[in-house]
């Protein structure tokens, strides 16, 4: 299995600030994504990061608010831009390991974010 | 876009077998269904996956009919920690789309 670390594990930020998240894996993995989990909500799928290329954002992302990079097959990074109290939620990093993708989906610890 | 649909709430005691069903009517031919846990303050955590008939590990089994219109997780004798959301989602084309969970409450 994929073991995945995620820094900060959280944050409070002011509001018209920039977080950069953090997510490192321990093993190469072929997929990489980005979600967010607002309070009492279920998980939303922000972008998939594709490595050496732009991230391909679901519908109601934007690539100006969250710029999301990926190096290569072990790191990515996701960063919420300008932000407002509307964006405080739990931004998890997600991974599809080697076996491509109907291989298990494995699920980074979460950073809280609270933006004041 | 294919979406499931699966109780907000179950309780049940430990000890018991709790069966949770998700419904997802028109999914699609390449898409396979997916079961994880989350316990507050965590990420999900893989449970199951399958594509039709029945799939069991050391966790849970996974029932899928025929028409893979439904499928059903099935958790045996389960124990307080086993309190937690659970999700029944579609892994289409390595992308997990999440519906809203079943909250399953345990109690001694």
């Known amino acids: 299995s994929a073991v995945i670390s995620q820094k900060p594990s959280r944050d409070i930020c002011q509001r018209g600030t920039s977080l950069t998240i953090q997510c490192q894996v321990d093993?190469?993995?072929?997929?990489m994504f980005w979600y967010r989990q607002q309070p009492g909500q279920s998980l939303t799928l922000i972008a998939t990061a594709n490595q050496g290329s732009e991230a391909t954002y679901e519908s109601g992302f934007v690539i100006d608010k969250f710029p999301i990079s990926r190096p290569n097959l072990t790191f990515s990074t996701l960063t919420v831009s300008n932000m407002s109290p509307e964006d405080s939620s739990i931004y998890l990093c997600s991974v599809v390991g080697a076996g491509g993708f109907t291989d298990t989906q494995y699920f980074g610890p979460g950073t809280r974010l609270t933006v004041l | 876009l294919a979406k499931t649909t699966q109780p907000i709430s179950m309780d049940s005691y430990e000890g018991q077998e709790v069966n949770i069903t998700c419904s997802h009517n028109?999914?699609?031919?390449?898409?396979?269904i997916t079961w994880y846990q989350q316990f507050p303050s965590q990420g999900p955590r893989f449970i199951i996956q399958?594509?039709?008939t029945k799939v069991t590990n050391e966790v849970a089994s996974l029932f899928i009919p025929a028409d893979r219109k439904s499928s059903t997780l099935s958790l045996p004798r389960v124990s307080l920690s086993d309190t937690a959301v659970y999700y029944c989602l579609f892994n289409q084309g390595g992308k997990l789309i999440f519906g809203q969970g079943t909250e399953l409450s345990v109690k001694p």
């Open positions: 399958g594509y039709k």
């Open positions: 093993s190469q993995v072929t997929m």
């Open positions: 028109n999914i699609a031919t390449n898409d396979y």
